[in-house]
């Protein structure tokens, strides 16, 4: 006699599973909307009794989306009392889980689209942009206290600083305004965000204000910005903290020597200017431009050599910081890499309003500096404080 194989659907089995627990949610929402309806009324269904405060007067049918999938609430219809419900709030079509996950999935880089395509595939119902924008607004409020909590880092030694353009209605126009970001290194060494602002045309006015918002929420102890050339920037740091030291970044400086530099010889320069910042110390490099600067005159370039000669010195100043920290001052490379972050997730046409495009700026930096950074300390400041001790001493 043949023995029966007995075999198993696997997803017959996990439908019938997800429907069995989405029907116990379901039947357990509505006996406990049930309980309230008792609790409110002083009386069961039917029951007469001297205590009844209200009277039942049927029911009518609510939709709600859980992690469970859809359910359908009876909620009970009161007269002479007012039915309000802890289970539920007023006018909510979703459970509180489910619209924290929409607001997580957005705030971390995941395009609407592509959320709107997870609700479905998660929940059955596939939720609008619009609701998406309706949610994020409650996670806006949050954001904004973030972006202006007092900095409680002690001191800020490295600050890099760098503004990012994106296109913004303004008053039914289209145009670019610039977000001012501000990352920094603090006396324990580890990365902080300190914030961003809308600064409108990069201008000095935008960065003075942006700096004194900076410094009247705790950023002290300064003693190198590290961005790109902006004269309106340098002006803005020389008034603002005048103590502070200005390194420009190497990787934009470079850049800049290339625009005039025919495609053909653009690796060789390259070469020529890393070895102007391979050198072991300030007087070295100096030296090492000058050479740089003869041989392309040689190969008759200029115009590059013009640029090597009037700007390696502002690219130098990192030398007067300790060695083991010149790989993480010399470049904005930091900050560029959270600004790459920023223009993949606001990749998104044009922001209707500048408060939109500011809130999603500031929400995926935090979620940046939440997860990827950690408690991974960036430099050791034990160099700086040898330093400073050295310097204090001699004098």
Known sequence: MSEKIVQLNEEVIKC???ELVRGSVEETLNELLEKEAESLTQAARYERNEARQGYRS????RNLSTTSGDVTLHMPRLKGVSFETAIIERYRRRESSVEEALIEMYLAGVSVRRVEDIT???????????????LNKKAYVHIEDWRNRPLQGGKYPYVYVDGIYLRRNWGG???NVSVLVAIAVNEDGYREVLGAAEGMKEDKTSWVSFFQWLRGRGLVGVKLIVGDKCMEMLEAVGEVFPEAKYQRCIVHFYRNVFSVVPKSKVKLVAKMLKAIHAQESKKASREKAKAVVEELRAMKLKEAAKKIEDSVEETLTYCDFPSEHWTR?????????????????TRVGCFPDGESALMLVCARLRHVAGTQWGNKKYMNMKHLEAMDDIAFLAG
């Open 173 to 175: 126009e289209y145009e």
């Open 58 to 61: 049927g029911h009518y049918d």
């Open 120 to 134: 479905e595939a998660l929940w059955g119902t596939k939720v609008s942009p619009s609701t998406i924008s309706e």
């Open 16 to 18: 019938e599973l997800k």
């Open 329 to 345: 001052i010399r470049t904005n490379n930091v900050i560029e890499r959270m600004n790459r972050e920023i223009r993949r997730r």
